[in-house]
């Protein structure tokens, strides 16, 4: 194909389709092959940097629309201190927000200043409609989170998130029966289940408990440290959890590489958190009920379930023990079924 006539060695310093024309530096913007209009950018005199600066300005796009506010967030110092996780998921919204068809686009051509409670309230009910109530809850949640990174900034008036009532989402119940921990433990490999050991013991969460490391592990027990806005609290130690961490130690040792983390993968590095959501489905999948042995889960569980599990099981203060600062939380990780006296 050919690639048209190359540039004179002057221009070519210069951005794409950028001339000097009549005693001044010109854009030719083009559309589909074709030429849609001719801007100024500076004269003749002007250097290469003040040409490159006044291209940038025009054809970087609106700023005063939602995809440019979110790009903004996204290059921030604050999105990047979050945990890959949560920028993985935030990167997912971003694209199905901004992508979302509207009546005359797309929602990140929207300008910031049409964006109202009412507009909020409409993306979220059309959208619990397409891809349900929950995704819809955490796509206008990035939307918010991103408002009011504007508005600390002087970028926005306010943030229309505020005050839009989210979808009703249903509270997670499932209590993990002690036999179904022992079932799925005894099948379990040593990995995984040093990993149900921890997080039951401590209350952790999968990604605080793949992210522990050998300098975790002090004298009087174990550092945890917790995520999401949760305490970070020492674990003493028990015979139990050091059971646990010493069963994590003793595997995978005869990797080449051997990092700092107590939980590994075969190549000795840190156990990534789709290797073992891939290792639990596996692991579940031959726990389920089986009607040749006549054993089995009639109803699965997940590695989440086992930090609620912890809190459910601990006899003492469960807001302490879940390291939780709000105590509504405490109340969605207490499952056991509660034992009340009949009345007298």
């Not at 559309?31 to 300005?57: C, F, H, N």
């Not at 490999?189 to 039951?200: F, G, Q």
């Not at 028990?238 to 983390?261: F, G, H, I, P």
């Not at 579940?284 to 997940?302: D, N, P, R």
């Amino acid at each position: 194909m050919s690639r048209g006539r190359p540039r004179k060695p002057e221009n070519r310093a210069l951005p794409a389709y950028v001339y000097l024309s009549k005693g001044r530096y010109v854009w030719r913007e083009h559309k589909d092959g074709k030429q849609v209009r001719e801007v100024v950018l500076a004269p003749a005199s002007a250097s290469m940097s003040t040409i490159w600066e006044k291209y940038e300005q025009i054809t970087e796009g609106p700023k005063n629309t939602f995809r440019w506010l979110a790009e903004l967030y996204l290059k921030s110092g604050q999105y990047k201190e979050k945990s890959q996780k949560t920028q993985k998921d935030y990167a997912y919204y971003h694209e199905n927000v901004v992508n979302a068809a509207v009546k005359d686009g797309k929602f990140g051509d929207v300008q910031l200043a049409k964006i109202t409670p009412g507009v909020v309230r409409k993306y979220l009910d059309k959208r619990s409609d397409q891809s349900g109530p929950v995704l819809a809850n955490r796509e206008v949640a990035y939307m918010s989170v991103v408002f009011s990174w504007g508005y600390e900034r002087d970028l926005v008036k306010q943030n229309p998130c505020k005050g839009v009532r989210r979808n009703t989402e249903k509270e997670r119940t499932r209590y993990v029966e002690d036999w179904e921990y022992s079932y799925v433990y005894a099948k379990a490999p040593n990995n995984v289940k040093a990993a149900m050991e921890i997080m039951y013991l401590c209350r952790l969460r999968k990604i605080e408990v793949l992210s522990l490391t050998r300098r975790d592990m002090k004298p009087e027990g174990l550092l945890c440290k917790r995520t999401k806005g949760s305490k970070t609290q020492m674990v003493p130690w028990s015979d139990r959890l050091r059971a646990a961490v010493n069963l994590a130690l003793s595997e995978n040792t005869e990797a080449v590489t051997q990092t700092e983390y107590i939980l590994r993968g075969r190549d000795g590095n840190k156990v990534r958190s789709s290797s073992f959501d891939t290792a639990w489905q596996r692991l579940i999948a031959k726990c389920m009920w089986s009607e040749k042995t006549q054993e089995g889960l009639k109803e699965s569980f997940t590695p989440h379930d086992l930090k609620a599990k912890g809190v459910s099981d601990f006899e003492g203060d469960k807001r302490k023990a879940s390291g939780h600062k709000d105590p509504r939380m405490t109340e969605r990780y207490d499952r056991k079924l509660e034992e009340v006296p009949p009345t007298r």
